[in-house]
């Protein structure tokens, strides 16, 4: 069966490279090795004299001595006679292994037998019997040394491009397949329209962008844009990752660059496309401890061959990375990788759009609404999406369902942000701790104003050490937090311990991830952001954070006194402690909805925002406009 991977040969060769029906080297030498079996079987079987009866060299004296001996024949070997069978006196053949016997002549002549003396000529079976080990050892010899440096992967082909092959009709993937980053896949056309008509760029003289980097957070879609760029111009696609370049051979990854750019030379217009490009693309330092001269040695083979290749033949280079911060400067100049593209996450129209293409396949019941799902799957990537659809319709599936519910969506969110329900059984005095912690919670994020509304709370326990949770969902995306915005956010996190401190007079170790995550929040206010009035608006943080990856607030020393580093610590303590004060006085004027909420958590374990905000009205019937000062922020300068 022939492999779909594989780009068909125009002359019509096999995939080994010889033309189809003629035999190679190895193939030829077994028919001659075959043919030479042949003749020495036939020679010794056929051509062979026959021997007669074998008999022991004393019976052959015997029969001399008695005169039952007519003709003998003396060979190197053996001897040959022809005599008298004693008992019905007919002649028969006969022979003997020849034993040396310097009284054999004068005992014939004595007898009066007649004897001659033949040479062997076999010349054919003695040449066999060494060129036949020799063609032997030279066939095996070929055999292992062809699998050793064969295509599919032998030892001796290291150094080859492990990259695969797609050919113009293997990808199917359009477009029309991708959403949500419209932006991105606009940028892209570009490309395609070029690869289709290369004329109507180069008649004028202009040049199309030999490489384009996309750039953009995991499982946002990068490498599905490149093979929809691939379907769209119905050329050959070659695929490949970073890492598939670095072995432990010195010197293989280098190889591996040139062999990469040769086939591609050979299968023009086509398309590169080099996965996580950050393993090989890592900007290049000197270190005390030295570098990695294997990793430069194929960055610099990259660039090298970037810029040998004649761009009017119509190969462009697309890569894809999550950490573009790290990238070597050499390798995002103009000629080089010219063109970023961002593929960011979806806002809530493409994520619509993205459920609306991953549902073509599942069969969905009429009361699920995809413009409610987008909107409660804020910050999802189209993989998380893809992932979301596919958990809703396993636990459809799991209850015996013909069709997925809304019930079955929103359960999968759960699982997907919070994590795998556990049927884990605690005392009654822990589930009275975690229900006042995430009460705690709950009240302070739906008092606070500009907070995402509280869509759930939970004494479930899922994921890994979650006894519970809270779970907001924003109503529309956002992109900036002001500083009051962050304030209230630290507030929502202290108030689970809060709310302990309230209820118990005693605080547990539930609180120990919402301590970390406000800390990273409070000192990333301080020393990046520039909201502390004591510091000012300067940045004290000394390494750049990456980009599209899933850490927002890192601790990171920069390079400032260690007086600095005290009033970072005090401006730290002074931000967290005002939001702890603000969340025990919310909840120490709403005592008695603490109460009710802990309560009702415990008899239901579930609680859904219409019921929180059933709840929290019945309190607020009468709300007191002092009860809660609003902090108005100072105004922020303008910005760029």
């Given at each position: 069966?022939?492999?779909?991977?594989?780009?068909?040969?125009?002359?019509?060769?096999?995939?080994?490279?010889?033309?189809a029906g003629?035999?190679?080297?190895?193939?030829?030498?077994?028919?001659?090795?075959?043919f030479?079996l042949?003749?020495?079987?036939?020679?010794?079987?056929?051509?062979a004299?026959p021997?007669?009866q074998?008999?022991?060299?004393?019976?052959?004296?015997r029969?001399?001595?008695?005169?039952?001996?007519?003709?003998?024949?003396?060979?190197?070997?053996?001897?040959?006679?022809?005599?008298?069978?004693?008992?019905?006196?007919?002649?028969?053949?006969?022979?003997?292994?020849r034993?040396?016997?310097?009284?054999?002549?004068e005992?014939?002549?004595?007898?009066?037998?007649?004897y001659?003396?033949?040479?062997?000529?076999?010349?054919?079976?003695?040449?066999?019997?060494?060129?036949i080990?020799?063609?032997f050892?030279?066939?095996?010899?070929?055999?292992?040394?062809?699998?050793?440096?064969?295509?599919?992967?032998?030892?001796m082909?290291?150094a080859?491009?492990?990259?695969k092959v797609?050919?113009?009709?293997?990808?199917?993937?359009?477009f029309?397949?991708v959403?949500?980053?419209?932006e991105?896949?606009?940028?892209?056309?570009?490309?395609?329209?070029?690869?289709?008509?290369p004329?109507?760029?180069?008649?004028i003289?202009?040049?199309?962008?030999?490489?384009?980097?996309?750039?953009?957070?995991p499982?946002?879609?990068?490498?599905?844009?490149?093979?929809?760029?691939?379907?769209e111009?119905?050329?050959?696609f070659?695929?490949?990752?970073g890492?598939e370049?670095?072995?432990?051979?010195?010197?293989?990854g280098a190889a591996?660059?040139?062999?990469l750019?040769?086939q591609?030379?050979?299968?023009a217009?086509?398309?590169?496309f080099?996965?996580?490009l950050?393993?090989?693309?890592?900007?290049r330092?000197q270190?005390?401890?030295?570098?990695?001269?294997e990793?430069?040695?194929?960055?610099?083979?990259?660039?090298?061959?970037?810029?040998?290749?004649?761009?009017?033949?119509g190969?462009?280079?697309?890569?894809?990375?999550?950490?573009?911060?790290?990238?070597?400067?050499?390798?995002?100049r103009?000629g080089?990788?010219?063109?970023?593209?961002?593929?960011?996450?979806?806002d809530?129209?493409?994520?619509?759009?993205?459920?609306?293409?991953?549902?073509?396949?599942?069969?969905?019941?009429?009361?699920?609404?995809?413009?409610?799902?987008?909107?409660?799957?804020?910050?999802?990537?189209?993989?998380?999406?893809?992932?979301?659809?596919n958990?809703?319709?396993?636990?459809a599936?799991?209850?015996?369902?013909?069709?997925?519910?809304?019930?079955?969506?929103?359960e999968?969110?759960?699982?997907?942000?919070?994590g795998l329900?556990?049927?884990?059984?605690?005392s009654?005095?822990?589930?009275?701790?975690?229900?006042?912690?995430?009460a705690?919670h709950?009240?302070?994020?739906?008092?606070?104003p500009g907070?995402?509304?509280?869509?759930?709370?939970?004494?479930?326990?899922?994921?890994?050490?979650?006894?519970?949770?809270?779970l907001?969902?924003?109503l529309?995306?956002?992109?900036?937090?002001?500083?009051?915005?962050?304030?209230?956010?630290?507030?929502?996190?202290?108030?689970?311990r809060s709310a302990?401190?309230?209820a118990f007079?005693?605080?547990?170790?539930?609180?120990?991830?919402d301590?970390?995550?406000?800390?990273?929040?409070?000192?990333?206010?301080?020393?990046?952001?520039?909201?502390?009035?004591?510091?000012?608006?300067?940045?004290?943080?000394?390494?750049?954070?990456?980009?599209?990856?899933?850490?927002?607030?890192?601790?990171?020393?920069?390079?400032?006194?260690e007086e600095?580093?005290?009033?970072i610590?005090?401006?730290v303590?002074?931000i967290?402690a005002?939001?702890?004060?603000?969340?025990?006085?919310?909840?120490?004027?709403?005592?008695?909805?603490?109460d009710?909420?802990?309560?009702?958590?415990?008899?239901?374990e579930?609680?859904?925002?219409?019921?929180?905000?059933a709840i929290?009205?019945?309190d607020?019937a009468?709300?007191?406009?002092?009860?809660?000062p609003?902090?108005v922020p100072p105004?922020?300068?303008?910005?760029a």
């Amino acid at each position: 069966m022939a492999d779909p991977n594989q780009i068909p040969n125009p002359r019509g060769k096999k995939p080994g490279g010889r033309l189809a029906g003629r035999p190679g080297p190895a193939s030829a030498m077994w028919y001659v090795l075959a043919f030479l079996l042949l003749l020495a079987l036939g020679q010794a079987f056929f051509f062979a004299d026959p021997a007669g009866q074998a008999l022991s060299y004393s019976d052959f004296k015997r029969m001399v001595r008695e005169g039952r001996v007519q003709e003998v024949t003396v060979a190197e070997e053996q001897v040959r006679w022809t005599g008298t069978d004693a008992p019905d006196g007919r002649q028969r053949a006969f022979s003997a292994v020849r034993v040396e016997d310097p009284t054999l002549l004068e005992e014939l002549e004595r007898h009066g037998v007649k004897y001659t003396g033949e040479v062997s000529s076999r010349w054919l079976g003695d040449a066999l019997g060494w060129v036949i080990p020799l063609l032997f050892l030279v066939a095996l010899w070929t055999f292992f040394f062809r699998r050793m440096s064969g295509a599919e992967g032998g030892v001796m082909s290291f150094a080859r491009s492990k990259a695969k092959v797609f050919a113009d009709d293997d990808v199917k993937v359009r477009f029309s397949d991708v959403a949500g980053v419209d932006e991105a896949a606009e940028e892209l056309r570009e490309i395609v329209e070029f690869l289709k008509t290369p004329k109507k760029y180069t008649s004028i003289g202009g040049r199309i962008p030999k490489g384009v980097l996309l750039v953009g957070p995991p499982g946002t879609g990068k490498t599905l844009l490149a093979r929809a760029v691939a379907g769209e111009a119905k050329v050959p696609f070659f695929s490949l990752s970073g890492s598939e370049f670095v072995e432990m051979f010195v010197g293989v990854g280098a190889a591996r660059v040139r062999d990469l750019f040769a086939q591609a030379d050979g299968k023009a217009p086509c398309i590169i496309f080099i996965d996580e490009l950050d393993a090989i693309g890592k900007v290049r330092i000197q270190t005390p401890m030295g570098s990695h001269e294997e990793r430069e040695q194929t960055l610099n083979q990259l660039l090298a061959e970037m810029d040998g290749f004649d761009g009017r033949k119509g190969i462009i280079i697309m890569g894809a990375t999550n950490r573009p911060e790290v990238l070597d400067p050499a390798l995002l100049r103009p000629g080089r990788f010219d063109r970023q593209v961002l593929v960011d996450k979806p806002d809530i129209r493409g994520r619509e759009d993205i459920l609306r293409i991953h549902v073509r396949n599942v069969t969905v019941d009429d009361s699920v609404d995809l413009k409610v799902l987008a909107a409660r799957t804020a910050g999802f990537a189209g993989a998380d999406l893809a992932n979301l659809v596919n958990e809703a319709a396993l636990l459809a599936a799991r209850r015996d369902k013909k069709a997925v519910e809304m019930k079955d969506f929103n359960e999968a969110i759960d699982r997907v942000i919070a994590g795998l329900e556990k049927k884990r059984v605690m005392s009654d005095k822990e589930r009275r701790i975690v229900a006042f912690h995430e009460a705690g919670h709950a009240i302070v994020a739906t008092v606070l104003p500009g907070l995402d509304p509280v869509h759930k709370i939970s004494i479930v326990a899922r994921g890994f050490g979650a006894l519970g949770y809270t779970l907001q969902l924003p109503l529309e995306d956002r992109y900036l937090m002001t500083r009051q915005d962050l304030h209230s956010q630290l507030s929502v996190l202290l108030g689970g311990r809060s709310a302990e401190e309230i209820a118990f007079g005693e605080i547990s170790t539930g609180a120990q991830n919402d301590l970390q995550r406000a800390t990273d929040i409070a000192r990333a206010m301080v020393t990046e952001f520039g909201m502390s009035e004591v510091l000012g608006a300067v940045n004290y943080n000394g390494q750049k954070r990456a980009a599209f990856l899933d850490s927002p607030f890192v601790q990171e020393r920069g390079a400032y006194a260690e007086e600095t580093a005290q009033k970072i610590d005090s401006e730290v303590k002074r931000i967290i402690a005002e939001a702890h004060d603000k969340a025990r006085r919310i909840l120490r004027e709403r005592r008695d909805v603490l109460d009710t909420l802990s309560e009702r958590l415990l008899v239901k374990e579930v609680i859904e925002a219409d019921e929180l905000a059933a709840i929290m009205e019945a309190d607020m019937a009468a709300p007191d406009p002092d009860a809660i000062p609003v902090e108005v922020p100072p105004p922020a300068p303008a910005s760029a």
